[in-house]
């Protein structure tokens, strides 16, 4: 386990050994579980049966509801909420994804989220399937000498599986002609939020015009460009606010605000509360709504 650091998250070290492991929910127990904390592997939560517990990803509640499949990846904000679930972890780290030879765009579609909640609700038979891969997985690791090319294979079936449901469901919302695009945005806003771009920026970037890119953002994604970036600074506010020892000061310098005082405001616009206020909740609630 690694423990807070001034201006980090905790991280749970999920991946002792390997890159890639697969045991029971119910069996992982972490001083870091029931605390907010981020990973050092992406993660898979399939839950099978439930008693109402919750999982925090990012400062959003989700329910762990039967049948869902929760995609965390390794800098996102995570609390686990148990009320005795059983189901299945699967860990790997991203030097493990890469040798699968999925895209980066993929593991984007995967775990950005751009247009869901961080999980998908698995049918039956994508459950099955499920279930089945990964105890190939399991039976593979439990080898005197577990072949990375088979646990590869496995991994990129798998993550295959799950992203052609990813598909089906944005297909639902997007033409396939403007998701490709939005994705780019949400990569190139990932990369630039803090350097508080102008939505001319990114359409530019995307050979298309301001005017057009929010519409699309609006039309599909019931947003804009401007409230993308801002709702990603505030993501990033609040895992530094929450889990780190830096001044509001260093915190609004960290972000690219030209001065606390405008960070404030903005913090105070976003959220109803100040950033003291928020950092100084952390010590009432873990699990609250945000």
């Keep these: 386990m690694k423990f807070q650091t001034p201006d980090t998250l905790p991280t749970q070290d999920l991946l002792l050994k390997g890159h890639i492991a697969v045991m029971p929910l119910e069996a ?11 990973h050092d592997a992406y993660q898979l ?14 400062f959003r509640r989700y329910e762990m509801t039967e049948g869902r499949l929760f995609l965390i990846g390794p ?42 909640h961080p999980y998908l609700d698995l049918k039956p038979e994508l459950q099955q399937i499920f279930l ?14 577990p072949s990375q090319a088979i646990l590869s294979r496995y991994l990129f079936i798998l ?39 102008p939505v001319s920026f990114y359409a530019e970037a995307l050979d298309i015009t301001p005017k057009h890119l929010n519409s699309l953002c609006r039309q599909y994604l019931h947003t804009t460009v401007a ?24 915190v609004a310098y960290q972000l690219g605000f030209e001065d606390d005082s405008y960070f404030v405001r903005f913090f105070r616009r976003m959220t109803g509360t100040t950033p003291l206020q928020f950092r100084a909740s952390g010590s009432k609630s873990t699990i609250a709504e945000v």
């Excluded at 992982?28 to 981020?38: K, N, T, Y």
């Excluded at 909420?81 to 579609?109: W, Y």
């Design 28 to 38: 992982f127990v972490s001083d870091l579980s029931s605390v907010p904390h981020r």
């Design 45 to 58: 939560i399939l839950v099978q049966e439930t008693k109402g517990g919750d999982n925090l990803i990012d």
């Design 75 to 116: 800098e996102q904000a995570h609390q686990r909420q148990s009320r005795q679930e059983r189901g299945v972890l699967v860990f790997f780290s991203e030097a493990f994804l890469q040798t699968t030879g999925i895209t980066a765009h993929d593991a984007l579609v995967l775990f950005g989220a751009v247009y869901q």
């Design 132 to 145: 089945q891969l990964t105890a190939l997985i399991s039976l593979e690791l439990r080898q005197p000498e």
């Design 159 to 197: 993550l295959n599986y799950l992203l052609r449901e990813c598909h089906v469901q944005i297909a639902q919302l997007t033409p396939a002609r403007h998701s490709e695009r939005l994705f780019r945005l949400s990569s190139l806003i990932e990369e630039h939020f803090q350097q508080h771009k």
């Design 227 to 250: 409230d993308m970036q801002n709702a990603r600074l505030l993501l990033e506010s609040k895992r530094l606010l929450y889990f780190s020892s830096l001044s509001v000061k260093e």
